[in-house]
């Protein structure tokens, strides 16, 4: 981390969000902690969330967040975490900040490791993978991301390492594929 004692406060950030943040990413613990308690809040009421419009005033307010689920890489355990994401088409888009720390979060190399993972959008639950964004969608999506939550720009100017942008595709549910193809059987059936 370059410096966070010397972090400045960016201009377009009200001085009691400013302290919020400086509080919030305060220590990889705090970090951690916070989206233990967040995960639980979101499972106890999960509508909403996927909008930004939770029912209760958990961090961070007003942002489309999911829950994504992944296999830890060393302990092959299931981990839940919650994180702000940005629709693109069908697909979601996540960003490994962990608050400008120097280092990757853990569900980045993890999802690194495996990129089977789950998404929980409010009560929908969903198989999906992940995947690195190439150079290209980098590009086209940074602008868009930071425009969405501004926090990740000001985030990435206190480090040097590279955020990784992660795509979450979900998979097709063998459910839907055979509800599907029943269907159309049943289309084909009515009007031969």
Known sequence: MLNRENMKK???MSDHDWELLKDQT??????VEDARADTEAYLANPKGRSKGTGPDST??????TLLLTVTGRKSGEQRTLPLVFMQSGEEM???G???GYDRHPAWYLNISANPGCRLQLDDQKMAAV????SAEERKELWPRLIAMFPNW???????????????????PSTTAVTRTFANSMISRWKSG
Do not use: K, M, N, W
């Open 10 to 12: 960016p201009e377009s």
């Open 26 to 31: 305060s220590s990889l613990t705090r970090i």
């Open 59 to 64: 961090v961070p307010t007003g942002l489309p």
């Open 93 to 95: 888009v996540v960003v």
């Open 97 to 99: 900040s962990l608050g």
């Open 130 to 133: 992940a995947r690195d964004a």
């Open 153 to 171: 720009g000001f985030f990435q100017h206190q480090t040097d390492r590279p955020f990784p942008i992660v795509i979450l595709t979900p998979r």
